[in-house]
């Protein structure tokens, strides 16, 4: 069945350092999303790639979907304490979204 | 509503007993959705309802797990005689429609002693 796989697992940056988790399916995805859970919260949407190529900002995060669509990435630039947390891709499959198993920032000040 | 709203937020067992986790979808979404995320751990998928198509069970990890929803409304996650390994938050997310955005409620947080 379909996989998608983030590295890293865990990353641990100082504040105002850059910071990117990468997201690889096994298959090509129609889109691709991407989720943030705070440390004792629950995923919330960030936001959807549809097309190959792809580039949106929110603020100081990019996220990038790759040209064969089987890829994406997520870059924070200049961290801050406020970004901590588990941040998640996921991509349509079968019946459901397949979300990866996340990658967790942890900023120090 | 206004939210995916789950209850109880909080649930402490003893090993052996039933449990049974709730969930109120956004209003209108058709699909909904049951994870299991084990201290820090990724979504561990469950369940998924369509309308009023056949559940899709495939990611129930034995049968003490099962549940129900009554149309595009409330859903009911039971697991009959808890064991310790069943400690978890049990996470309910609805949407639009399938792999559609989705929208996660607070999760219950189960303890099983």
């Known amino acids: 069945g379909q996989q998608v796989m983030q590295i890293p697992q865990y990353q641990h940056v100082q504040e105002g350092e850059d910071f990117t988790t990468y997201c690889n399916s096994s298959?090509?995805?129609?889109?691709i999303q991407w989720y943030k859970q705070r440390p004792g919260g629950h995923p919330v949407f960030l936001i959807q790639?549809?097309?190959?190529?792809e580039v949106k900002k929110q603020k100081r995060l990019t996220f990038q979907f790759g040209e064969a669509k089987k890829n994406s990435s997520l870059h924070i630039t200049a961290t801050q304490t406020t970004d901590v947390g588990t941040y998640f891709c996921?991509?349509?499959?079968?019946?459901?979204?397949?979300f990866g198993k996340g990658t967790m920032l942890l900023v120090s000040p | 509503g206004a939210g995916v709203s789950q209850s109880p937020s909080n649930k402490v067992t003893e090993k052996g007993k039933d449990v049974e986790l709730r969930c109120d979808p956004i209003?209108?979404?058709?699909?909904l959705y049951w994870y299991r995320q084990r201290l820090g751990q990724g979504l561990e998928f469950l369940i998924y309802?369509?309308?009023?198509?056949?559940?899709?069970k495939s990611g129930l990890p034995s049968d003490r797990f099962s549940a129900e929803r009554t149309g595009e409304s409330v859903s009911t996650l039971t697991i009959q005689r808890t064991q310790q390994e069943d400690s978890a938050v049990y996470l309910c997310?609805?949407?639009?429609?399938?792999?559609?955005?989705?929208?996660f409620g607070p999760g219950t947080r189960l303890l099983v002693l």
């Open positions: 997310a609805s949407s639009s429609g399938r792999a559609g955005t989705q929208y």
């Open positions: 298959t090509t995805l129609s889109n």
């Open positions: 790639l549809v097309k190959s190529g």
């Open positions: 996921a991509g349509p499959g079968y019946s459901t979204l397949t």
């Open positions: 209003s209108g979404h058709t699909a």
């Open positions: 309802f369509q309308g009023n198509s056949a559940p899709d």
